[in-house]
């Protein structure tokens, strides 16, 4: 496992035990980079924050009638990363991903800042990425830089293309992006439409649009959640989703294609720990949820 010895190895495990990377289906590792935030720097704290926070919640999922504990993870540690150069860190995020799916394992990524859902778009193929953010993230450039936080979808469509591309829980976005999405057929749900209907039928709407799709990565930045419910991360924007509506869409859309996930953009300095127990949360219901397909 050659492209693993990026990963630095640590003692605080997600859940609070580490499965035998051979008997777990799950293979989770931390990117803690932030080095193109422009607002609230700091989710590069993200991954060590929802490990501590992962310890102190239980563990049952009420929606999947399953114990956590049943499933577990494999927890890497955290990615090596080069701070000041996305560039390299996305290339070791490729590395990564490319060979925990190769092993056959489904590979959990917490940062972090949402670039480095990059590295899953350049080292996997055939693959419909589902964004669940508050921003498009599609400028073609962010203060001359074209690898920032809020052109990384953009970057991801040059890699997998506009119609393996779905933004979910929008709401914040500029002209630029706006006219690109129209002009490139980007399929989006906004929040104002999530938050005027039922999360299950967004969800089962979502779900009619994948099902010719092969396989499936999720993407979270916390950010999509209203700031009430996730107030620590490096962009909030009012009028979001509740944490239910969230994990009733993901509920509904995740079957045997689901290729791996991640939680991004939790940034602890800026709240009293409420985001990063929000996000352990959400990735032990997505396990839980995804154990009864793979």
Same mark, same amino acid.
């Given at each position: 496992?050659?492209?693993?010895?990026?990963?630095?190895?640590?003692?605080?495990?997600?859940?609070?035990?580490?499965?035998?990377?051979?008997?777990?289906?799950?293979?989770?590792?931390?990117?803690?980079?932030?080095?193109?935030?422009?607002?609230?720097?700091?989710?590069?704290?993200?991954?060590?924050? %929802?490990?501590?926070?992962?310890?102190?919640?239980?563990?049952?999922?009420?929606?999947?009638?399953?114990?956590?504990?049943?499933?577990?993870?494999?927890?890497?540690?955290?990615?090596?990363?080069?701070?000041?150069?996305?560039?390299?860190?996305?290339?070791?995020?490729?590395?990564?991903?490319?060979?925990?799916?190769?092993?056959?394992?489904?590979?959990?990524?917490?940062?972090?800042?949402?670039?480095?859902?990059?590295?899953?778009?350049? /080292?996997?193929?055939?693959?419909?990425?589902?964004?669940?953010?508050?921003?498009?993230?599609?400028?073609?450039?962010?203060?001359?830089?074209?690898?920032?936080?809020?052109?990384?979808?953009?970057?991801?469509?040059?890699?997998?293309?506009?119609?393996?591309?779905?933004?979910?829980?929008?709401?914040?976005?500029?002209?630029?992006?706006?006219?690109?999405?129209?002009?490139?057929?980007?399929?989006?749900?906004?929040?104002?439409?999530?938050?005027?209907?039922?999360?299950?039928?967004?969800?089962?709407?979502?779900?009619?649009?994948?099902?010719?799709?092969?396989?499936?990565?999720? /993407?979270?930045?916390?950010?999509?959640?209203?700031?009430?419910?996730?107030?620590?991360?490096?962009?909030?924007?009012?009028?979001?989703? /509740?944490?239910?509506?969230?994990?009733?869409? %993901?509920?509904?859309?995740?079957?045997?294609?689901?290729?791996?996930?991640?939680?991004?953009?939790?940034?602890?300095?800026?709240?009293?720990?409420?985001?990063?127990?929000?996000?352990?949360?959400?990735?032990?219901?997505?396990?839980?949820?995804?154990?009864?397909?793979?």
């Amino acid at each position: 496992m050659r492209s693993l010895l990026y990963i630095n190895h640590q003692q605080k495990f997600f859940g609070g035990f580490n499965k035998n990377f051979s008997d777990s289906k799950f293979v989770l590792f931390g990117v803690p980079f932030d080095s193109t935030s422009s607002y609230r720097p700091g989710s590069r704290f993200g991954p060590s924050a %929802i490990r501590e926070a992962s310890v102190n919640i239980e563990t049952w999922s009420w929606r999947s009638n399953n114990d956590f504990e049943n499933i577990g993870t494999h927890d890497l540690g955290d990615l090596a990363i080069v701070h000041g150069d996305c560039n390299e860190t996305i290339r070791r995020v490729s590395e990564v991903i490319k060979e925990i799916v190769n092993l056959k394992k489904i590979p959990i990524m917490i940062g972090g800042e949402h670039t480095i859902t990059l590295g899953v778009a350049k /080292s996997l193929k055939d693959i419909t990425i589902l964004s669940f953010d508050a921003h498009f993230d599609m400028r073609y450039e962010y203060l001359s830089n074209k690898l920032s936080h809020a052109c990384i979808m953009r970057r991801i469509i040059e890699e997998i293309g506009s119609e393996n591309t779905i933004v979910v829980g929008v709401r914040a976005a500029c002209k630029e992006e706006i006219e690109f999405v129209k002009n490139n057929n980007i399929y989006f749900i906004s929040s104002k439409q999530i938050n005027m209907n039922s999360a299950k039928n967004i969800g089962l709407i979502l779900k009619e649009k994948l099902k010719n799709k092969k396989k499936i990565y999720i /993407s979270i930045d916390m950010d999509v959640l209203d700031p009430s419910y996730a107030p620590g991360v490096g962009n909030p924007e009012p009028e979001g989703i /509740s944490v239910s509506a969230l994990l009733d869409i %993901i509920e509904e859309v995740i079957d045997d294609r689901i290729l791996g996930f991640d939680v991004v953009e939790v940034t602890p300095l800026y709240d009293n720990g409420i985001t990063s127990i929000v996000a352990s949360k959400i990735i032990y219901e997505i396990c839980c949820i995804a154990s009864r397909f793979i």
